[in-house]
């Protein structure tokens, strides 16, 4: 059972340049989430899908897109990478939406903008 | 803004003992609270958690501790073994919104 996978694991990007994470989990999660994690600091909410269709802005959105492209999966976009936003990005799914739901974690992707 | 501290970066305690983490929020409309553990590589894991309408839940060695009028929540692990050594991140979440802290690195010495 792989849970919560992501692609890649680490990624370096020149400054302007474009990816997408890609996050899908096989447990029939309805809700996604993407984080990133910066040193010194805790996981902050980038963006979340509380069901298939439905995507909205957390803590810290800008910068990023993202698509719910299915049930199973979730990507995150950086249309014009900058190097603020180099970090360790994590996606996570819950079966429904609320705190009271444990969230599953993938291994995180590392991103470096240079 | 951090709404939600854990003021010690770190912590080592002798197997056996118990391990203390602490973390305190600002943000009085919080109404849930969670633990979860990280090992170097990998995602975090949910550990624990508690409602703001209890002061205490227990799972066997992990016990959360919440002073709502303090704004306090405290993470009591008994006995502490090598395999709990990990980053540990507190969070509390008023729904949408979970704001986590920067973690405290416990260290747990055979």
């Known amino acids: 059972n792989a849970g919560v996978t992501q692609t890649p694991k680490f990624q370096v990007l020149k400054t302007g340049q474009s990816m997408t994470l890609q996050c899908a989990q096989d447990m029939n999660h309805n809700s996604m989430y993407w984080y990133r994690q910066d040193p010194g600091m805790g996981l902050r909410l980038i963006y979340y899908?509380?069901?298939?269709?439905?995507?909205d802005k957390g803590e810290v959105p800008n910068g990023y897109n993202v698509s719910r492209l299915n049930k199973r999966e979730f990507s995150l976009r950086l249309e014009s990478a900058a190097p603020s936003q180099t970090s360790v990005y994590f996606c996570?799914?819950?079966?429904?939406?609320?705190?009271?739901?444990?969230?599953?974690f993938g291994p995180g992707t590392r991103l470096l903008v240079l | 803004d951090q709404q939600v501290k854990q003021n010690s970066p770190s912590l080592s305690v002798q197997e056996g003992r118990i391990s203390i983490l602490n973390c305190d929020y600002t943000n009085s409309m919080f109404d849930y609270f969670l633990w979860y553990k990280k090992y170097p590589a990998e995602g975090p894991t949910f550990l624990i958690s508690i409602s703001s309408i209890k002061d205490k839940n227990e799972d066997g060695r992990f016990t959360v501790f919440l002073n709502k009028s303090a704004k306090h929540l405290s993470l009591h692990i008994v006995p502490s073994q090598p395999g709990d050594s990990a980053v540990y991140f507190c969070?509390?979440?008023?729904?949408?919104?979970?704001?986590f802290g920067a973690g405290t690195r416990l260290t747990v010495k055979p």
């Open positions: 969070a509390a979440s008023e729904y949408p919104d979970m704001r």
């Open positions: 899908s509380a069901s298939e269709g439905t995507t």
């Open positions: 996570a799914s819950s079966i429904y939406p609320g705190p009271q739901e444990t969230q599953y």
